[in-house]
């Protein structure tokens, strides 16, 4: 199920990861780094690919309509994790 959240919140959440994460998610997807950053708003095309990232113009850098959670999930886990610690 899609998801919609605005492109500030998504680096918020991108930039609260701890280091390694993008390799560590991207690892356990079996995806390369790149499209784990082009994910969170990167847009290197030519070493990784566009996950499903739709953005518009709004508020707050626009929102942002994922396809797919499970990159945003496993962050947000990280997240929780990091913040238990």
Request: hydrophobic fraction near 30%.
């Amino acid at each position: 199920m899609p998801k919609t959240i605005t492109f500030n919140e998504l680096r918020r959440i991108k930039d609260s990861l701890p280091d390694g994460s993008m390799h560590k998610i991207a690892d356990t997807l079996n995806l390369t780094v790149q499209t784990v950053r082009n994910y969170f708003g990167g847009s290197n095309y030519e070493y990784g690919n566009n996950c499903g990232l739709h953005i518009e113009p709004g508020p707050e850098g626009g929102y942002v309509i994922l396809d797919d959670t499970q990159i945003l999930d496993m962050a947000l886990e990280m997240l929780e994790q990091k913040n238990k610690e």
